[in-house]
């Protein structure tokens, strides 16, 4: 070989020589003094597990859990590592056939891929899940027992307030908001799990462990050098009080409607019953699902929440409101009376009253005390035609930004999802009715109530709140804090609402011909025994379409209030649908209601009052008999009168 090539060969040689010590020394760090890597590559050595959190409990004003975690396991299966595993033997213990078990296999592929996990049989039941566990190393690999943690509610109430949980679905994992998440994980699908899921949920682990050659797990993997712990989800502390909610719910059965009470100091929610109602343990457990769907389809709708979706003319319960409206703007004082004969007759049409003996409204206090519908709309007619604003469709706006301010015709953002915002017609909807051609008595209904008007019983127990506190309110909502948390997810919770400027002094009048209702007039069923109660009653008319021809049912009733009269600690509605006039039934539990909360118990005397309350029925009986929630609330449903009466009133 010539010279002249000699420094090109050396060169080449370094080269050489340099890439094999390069390599040589990587592989040394990685084999014997970065251990890591090699360790946690013994894949046929070491199963991989998700650990998964604690779920945040739940607690009451007083410190009581209202739901619980319970443990269930699940399968799952890995599609591509199932070999040569015993498949009659897991189809027995399944109860499930060859068949379902090809089904189930290829769903997973479908939902998961071959290589990730999926659930092949969800939340076993105790003596299914025992017979898998002592033969797992048949099934492996390819299958293994996951822990999940379930719900449990000790109360069996407040169902459409907590929510319930379910596996996450394959829509939702497309969303970049839930990139956490992954298949056979659960998540909040309504209720405070839903809004408050991101405090809940916690934080997942992953723990390594050492199989044999059965694939059985022998224990941790290096004493759980590489283990990382799964993080317990926060807890919530709520304002609401389990004892009441649970009256709220004895109260309401057989009846159709809603109870909504709140602390109007702070906003927070007391209560919050949608009749009927359904115990929450239905949707935990391997027949979650099967539940669900009964629920669903059931006649009487359990699963709509009446308290925040139900819409209703409010009647009567709303002339405080109007009353506001005149005394903010300087329209009445609270002396202003009207020469009220029975009936409303300006407009060409006759409006009537209940009372047509003379002076019922010759001052504001008597026209609530006496609930006068003449009074109200002819004042709904001065407010709007008040010169200040330029003409009636200027006025009429103002009107509206009011009834907005008092929190009517859009939602309140409680905590909690499927708020509906109600409605109350502004110029642009009497632009749109009237095709331009309308004045004050065109629309002059809303001024009692009725009409164009439509409201939730949030809506109105929060009106009550910003009555009780002369003219301020707090957004209702149920968490009143969240444990090791720094308070930002609650701070518009702890915001005053101020909505009007009209003088204590002023207030009074409301208050007083509130207090007169409960005192001698139609709300004297929610008296209680020690205290001032101030409340309305309200008639809200019910029209339905019935074989296609729009027919005028039974109303529904109305009752608003709050108590004590002065410094008040809550406020509320009940409203029970079909059930006539609002003193009757709305007025009485209500006052039940009030009394056992500022107590802790209720008076014997209304032992008989509370008797009738719990055998009305105001359910049509053609849709009771469709229904099946009876039978699946099991006990809840069974309680008699007698226990629940001897319940309330041991002795």
Not at 352 to 366: D, F
């Amino acid at each position: 070989m010539s010279v002249y090539n000699q420094p090109r060969r050396r060169v080449i040689q370094l080269i050489i020589l340099g890439m094999v010590l390069l390599i040589v020394t990587r592989l040394f760090f990685l084999q014997v003094v970065e251990k890591k890597y090699s360790k946690l590559a013994d894949a046929n050595a070491v199963l991989r597990k998700v650990v998964y959190p604690s779920r945040g409990i739940i607690y009451d004003r007083k410190g009581r859990s209202v739901l619980r975690n319970d443990v269930m396991y699940d399968l799952v299966v890995t599609p591509a590592s199932v070999k040569n595993i015993d498949t009659a033997y897991l189809c027995q213990i399944l109860q499930i056939d060859r068949e379902e078990f090809r089904k189930r296999i290829v769903n997973a592929i479908v939902k998961n891929g071959r290589v990730r996990q999926s659930v092949f049989a969800p939340l076993l039941p105790p003596d299914m899940f025992g017979r898998l566990q002592e033969s797992m190393y048949l099934f492996q690999p390819g299958f293994e027992l996951v822990q999940r943690q379930i719900r449990s509610y000790p109360y069996a109430a407040a169902a459409n307030i907590l929510g319930y949980i379910g596996e996450i679905s394959p829509q939702l994992l497309a969303k970049p908001a839930y990139s956490a998440y992954q298949m056979g994980d659960y998540l909040g699908m309504t209720g405070l799990e839903k809004n408050y899921e991101s405090v809940l949920m916690g934080q997942r682990g992953i723990q390594y462990l050492v199989k044999d050659n059965l694939n059985r797990p022998q224990g941790a993997y290096e004493h759980g050098e590489f283990d990382t712990a799964a993080i317990a989800g926060k807890n919530l502390r709520l304002s609401l009080d389990i004892d009441l909610q649970v009256l709220g719910e004895r109260l309401m059965r057989n009846k159709i409607g809603s109870i909504v009470a709140i602390d109007p100091q702070t906003g927070g929610i007391l209560a919050m019953v949608s009749s009927p109602t359904f115990d929450p343990n239905l949707l935990t457990g391997s027949y979650r699902t099967r539940n669900f769907s009964k629920l669903f389809v059931d006649t009487t709708k359990p699963l709509f929440n009446r308290a925040i979706q139900g819409t209703y003319p409010p009647g009567s319960s709303m002339k405080p409101l109007t009353a506001l409206v005149g005394l903010d703007e300087g329209i009445i004082t609270p002396s202003f009376g009207y020469p009220c004969r029975g009936a409303y007759t300006a407009c060409g049409r006759s409006i009537a009253c209940e009372h047509s003996e003379p002076g019922h409204a010759a001052n504001l206090r008597l026209a609530i005390s006496h609930s006068c519908n003449s009074y109200f709309v002819n004042l709904y007619r001065l407010e709007v035609d008040n010169r200040q604003w330029g003409g009636v469709r200027n006025g009429h706006q103002r009107w509206y930004e009011y009834m907005s301010s008092f929190g009517l015709g859009h939602r309140l953002g409680i905590d909690i999802p499927g708020e509906y915002s109600g409605y109350v017609i502004d110029t642009a909807g009497m632009n749109k009715r009237y095709h331009g051609q309308w004045n004050s008595c065109s629309e002059l209904y809303v001024g009692m109530g009725q009409g164009a008007v439509a409201v939730t019983p949030m809506q109105m127990a929060n009106a009550m709140c910003i009555i009780a506190n002369h003219g301020y309110y707090y957004l209702p909502h149920f968490v009143q804090s969240i444990d090791n948390d720094n308070g930002a997810l609650l701070k518009k919770y702890k915001e005053r609402h101020t909505v009007a400027h009209v003088k204590d002094t002023v207030y009074s009048s409301v208050i007083l011909g509130m207090e007169d209702v409960v005192e001698s007039g139609t709300g004297r069923n929610a008296q209680i025994e020690g205290e001032i109660v101030c409340g309305k009653t309200g008639t809200a008319e019910n029209n339905a379409i019935v074989n296609g021809v729009l027919k005028k049912m039974k109303n529904h009733a109305f009752f608003v209030a709050f108590a004590p009269r002065d410094n008040p600690r809550i406020a509320i509605t009940v409203m029970v649908e079909n059930s006539g006039y609002g003193g009757t039934y709305a007025a009485p539990i209500a006052g039940m209601m009030m009394e056992k909360y500022l107590h802790d118990t209720i008076s014997i005397k209304k032992k008989p009052m509370m008797k009738t309350m719990l055998e009305y029925n105001t359910i049509d009986p053609v849709m009771r008999e469709k229904s099946k929630l009876d039978s699946l609330n099991g006990a809840t449903a069974k309680l008699t009168t007698d226990q629940i009466l001897s319940y309330y009133f041991r002795n």
